[in-house]
């Protein structure tokens, strides 16, 4: 995702069927990603961000997530449904690289040398007991 490009970009995580109750898009917002919520048609079934859906005061409209954001899962969802609860892994700089150790799955992710921010999404789906990640690499602009 080029630092200048414009619009939200869906990622592919949402398109994972029975994971997701709202597709995501993500966009750049000067150097940090944004993440939020396509609008859903049926207003019942709004889905929306929280900081954890059992407080309905820690909804938000989106989040923001960059280099030196504090490590915390976020959930989207409708709040008295259907819930998921992402874990967002902000890339730490070793050397010229920026790096995510991640622990289940058990992998690294390296980002290319250009890059400005690498942020990967994890979401476990139990019924599956599987794990979906989107890796987000931002590219620096044109210098």
Do not use: K, N
Not at 4 to 33: D, F, N, V
Not at 49 to 66: F, K, N
């Amino acid at each position: 995702m080029p630092i200048t490009g414009r619009g939200p970009r869906r990622l592919a995580l949402s398109t994972i069927e029975g994971l997701l109750p709202a597709p995501l898009l993500a966009t750049c917002a000067g150097g940090a990603l944004c993440i939020h919520c396509e609008g859903a048609v049926d207003p019942s079934t709004r889905a929306s961000l929280y900081g954890d859906a059992r407080q309905p005061s820690s909804r938000r409209e989106r989040l923001l997530i960059g280099d030196g954001s504090v490590p915390h899962a976020f959930d989207v969802g409708h709040r008295r449904h259907q819930v998921q609860r992402i874990e967002p892994l902000v890339g730490l700089r070793q050397d010229d690289r920026w790096v995510v150790r991640i622990a289940h799955p058990a992998l690294t992710v390296i980002a290319p040398r250009d890059a400005h921010l690498l942020v990967v999404l994890v979401a476990h789906h139990e019924l599956t007991r599987s794990y979906h990640l989107e890796c987000i690499c931002i590219e620096r602009g044109p210098r």
